[in-house]
């Protein structure tokens, strides 16, 4: 990733990323599958080899759609006091589908953060 010397106007980490463009570009697909990073864009050829999320877009969309989901049951709840039948047909389907759309938006935002700050794996200098 260090040795990216290509020469392309500087594509907006923020908007690449939850559209699920290249880092680099900002055209090509940075998603092969649903959650799968291509090997490379089709657009500027850069090689997505660097791109390492990890667990840090699920422990975000965990912790926000969970805040979320919970505390709109927890107001229909006291509020309306509806049937629990009622609560997991709200609550379960609702959890599933934003999960699912923030976990994809979550994980391009968060590699194409990491492109931009040339974030990598720490090294120790043992010199």
């Known amino acids: ?40 864009c089709s657009s500027c050829d850069l090689d997505y080899a660097f791109a390492d999320a990890g667990d840090g877009p699920a422990v975000f969309v965990i ?11 927890l107001w229909m709840e006291v509020n ?14 609702l959890s599933i589908v934003l999960s699912l759309a923030a976990l994809r938006a979550g994980k391009g935002l968060m590699i194409a953060l990491q492109y931009k700050h040339k974030a990598a794996e720490g090294q120790i200098d043992r010199s």
């Open 80 to 93: 309306y006091g509806p049937p629990l039948w009622l609560h997991f047909v709200l609550w379960i389907p």
């Open 1 to 40: 990733m260090n040795d990216d010397h290509a020469h392309f106007p500087p594509a907006d980490p923020v908007k690449a990323g939850l559209t699920g463009k290249c880092p680099r570009c900002g055209e090509g697909r940075l998603f092969s599958g649903f959650l799968d990073v291509g090997k490379r």
């Open 63 to 73: 912790l926000i759609i969970g805040f979320i989901v919970v505390g709109l049951a």
